[in-house]
């Protein structure tokens, strides 16, 4: 069974730094893709990029690319962000999710993530 | 980037009810699209991707339909564990863009 499981919630300052870690089994990691998406409180969700697991190439949502960095670990079959230079308005539960190749729909989702920003 | 408006933004139903929400895309998208349920403070989960196709283990009340700009997911006959808010998502072009959400509630 295919399984993607976050690391925990994190409380930051702003500006400040966050590193979610995301650990991927019961498939083939390099063959899908990782797509990092965020819900503010009550909101709707806000596609963050997309990873490929097999030769880590990204597309990165331009509003955040000058601060965000995806990264895959194939030996041990875990994705990874970074976003830095936190603000406010990146309180947010952030989700990791396994892309279906073509469709790019994402087919499996991480538990979630809670990142708070706060002073 | 491609702007995915939903409608209703929210819709009261009966279990039992027959229950569409349709998505526009702003530019054509093909048959990119996908939807998604979302229970409270639970992760998203794929229903359908590619406008039609069912994904597995999804019940066979739920299905979609449209094609270029307008898309529509329909729910034959409401279940209560249907009650939920839904997105559409094009997977055509990046940034893959989300509609709004529809949150269908007991009426």
């Known amino acids: 069974q295919v399984h993607l499981v976050q690391s925990g919630a994190e409380v930051r300052k702003p500006g400040a730094s966050v590193r979610v870690s995301c650990k991927t089994s019961g498939y083939t990691f390099y063959i899908h893709g990782i797509t990092w998406l965020r819900q503010a409180p009550g909101q709707g969700l806000e596609w963050m990029g997309w990873i490929s697991a097999r030769n880590g190439d990204t597309n990165y949502a331009q509003k955040l690319q000058d601060r965000f960095t995806m990264t895959t670990d194939s030996s041990t079959t875990t994705a990874y962000m970074e976003l830095r230079g936190l603000k406010s308005d990146d309180t947010a539960v952030y989700y990791c999710a396994r892309t279906m190749v073509i469709p790019y729909a994402v087919d499996v989702w991480g538990q979630g993530t809670t990142v708070t920003v706060s002073s | 980037d491609i702007q995915m408006t939903q409608s209703p933004f929210s819709l009261s139903a009966s279990v039992g009810d027959r229950v569409t929400i349709t998505c526009r895309a702003s530019?054509?998208?093909?048959?990119?699209l996908n939807w998604y349920q979302q229970k409270p403070g639970k992760a998203p989960s794929l229903l359908i991707y590619?406008?039609?196709n069912l994904q597995s283990g999804v019940p066979s009340r739920f299905s979609g339909s449209g094609s270029g700009t307008d898309f529509s997911l329909t729910i034959t006959s409401l279940h209560p564990e249907d009650f939920a808010t839904y997105y559409c998502?094009?997977?055509?072009?990046?940034?893959?863009?989300f509609g709004q959400g529809t949150k269908v509630e007991v009426k």
């Open positions: 998502q094009q997977s055509y072009n990046i940034p893959w863009t």
């Open positions: 530019q054509n998208i093909d048959n990119y």
């Open positions: 590619l406008t039609s």
